[in-house]
Each structure stands twice: as C-alpha cells, then as structure tokens.
C-alpha cells in the first residue's frame, strides 16, 4: 500500500477540529418577555426539585 491509500483508508481527523466552532450563520434570537404565570411555573419546578433533593440527601445521608 502506499501512502496515500493508507491515508484513505485511516480518513485521520485532527483533534483540533473537534473543539473549534463552527462557522455557521448566527440566528437571531427573539427574546420575549417572560410572564407572571410562566415565572409561578418555574418556581413551583424549582421548588419541587428543591424539596426532592433535601428528601432524597436526607435519606441518603441518615
């Protein structure tokens, strides 16, 4: 084989690439405001998650 067939074959990927950025086309995004309702959903999530956790360390940890 010679070296370009070995080249082929192998298709060698430099580490770099991986963690560059792509350059692709910026989209623009369109922030909104967020409403009372969708701010008492969120904290409900929250706390919630809040809650479960504490319970879950509590058992864990006891």
Do not use: G, Y
């Not at 070296?3 to 792509?22: D, E, G, N, V, W």
């Not at 995004?29 to 929250?46: A, E, G, M, N, P």
């Amino acid at each position: 084989m010679t070296l370009i067939q070995t080249t082929m074959i192998i298709k060698t990927h430099p580490i770099s690439a991986i963690f560059s950025r792509q350059a692709v086309e910026k989209k623009v995004k369109v922030s909104r405001k967020l409403t009372h309702q969708d701010w008492v959903v969120i904290d409900r999530i929250v706390v919630t998650l809040l809650f479960t956790l504490a319970i879950i360390a509590a058992i864990v940890f006891s």
